[in-house]
């Protein structure tokens, strides 16, 4: 199994750009998903989804767009990006059955830079 | 609101010495504990949680983690660290949300650095 897997690694976006950063998991979990990491704040919730078809919104979601079409894929989509979304971003899943007393398993995440 | 501290941004010790990495959290009801380590560059990777029962929770790697409920902490250990435990760890309290999906609310993290 690759586990979770995100790409790309690294990106650099002007301000008002678009893109979309791809994450897949091949354990057929059904819940996943998005974080940004930024210095001294730990890791915070975007937005979430239980299933294909369901999304909901985190702690931070302006500025974010998701889509769940597929139990594998989960893509996170920067509208128009801005320098406060310069950050380093982790996708995770679960099992739906253990999605508050099991691990998450993170992929490696992908560091962007808005100038 | 559920929160989580890590009151140390940065833990030296010498490698063979015992380790603690702090962890206090707040919650509503009871709490599901997690420590994730992160090593530079990667995603992070679980090490141990507490649901309930036993109070010491053993873990990946050799770490256990104590819960005290009283001091509503759960602080991380090892009774001799390596050089290789160096990375970022940090503590994650989880919390189901109303939609179904669940919420890890990590603390800011520390910094672990194992010296020879």
């Known amino acids: 199994n690759a586990g979770v897997t995100q790409t790309p690694k690294f990106q650099v976006l002007k301000t008002g750009q678009s893109m979309t950063l791809q994450c897949a998991q091949d354990m057929n979990h059904e819940y996943m998903s998005w974080y940004r990491q930024d210095p001294g704040m730990g890791l915070r919730l975007i937005h979430y989804s239980v299933g294909a078809g369901i999304t909901d919104q985190g702690e931070v979601p302006n500025g974010y767009n998701v889509s769940r079409s597929t139990t594998e894929d989960f893509p996170l989509r920067l509208l128009s990006a801005a320098p406060s979304q310069t950050s380093v971003y982790f996708c995770a899943s679960s099992s739906h059955r253990d999605r508050q007393v099991g691990e998450q398993y993170f992929g490696p995440g992908t560091r962007l830079t808005v100038t | 609101a559920q929160s989580v501290a890590q009151p140390e941004d940065q833990v030296n010790v010498a490698e063979g010495n015992p380790l603690t990495v702090k962890c206090t959290y707040s919650?509503?009801?009871?709490?599901?504990l997690f420590w994730y380590v992160q090593y530079p560059n990667r995603g992070l990777q679980f090490l141990l949680k507490y649901i309930t029962g036993d109070n010491l929770v053993k873990g990946s790697y050799g770490f256990e983690a104590e819960f005290n409920k009283s001091q509503t902490s759960f602080h991380l250990k090892k009774p001799s660290a390596l050089v290789s435990d160096s990375a970022l760890y940090f503590c994650a309290v989880s919390l189901l949300l109303t939609g179904g999906g669940n919420k890890l609310t990590f603390g800011t993290g520390t910094q672990l650095k194992v010296e020879l």
């Open positions: 919650v509503s009801g009871n709490p599901y």
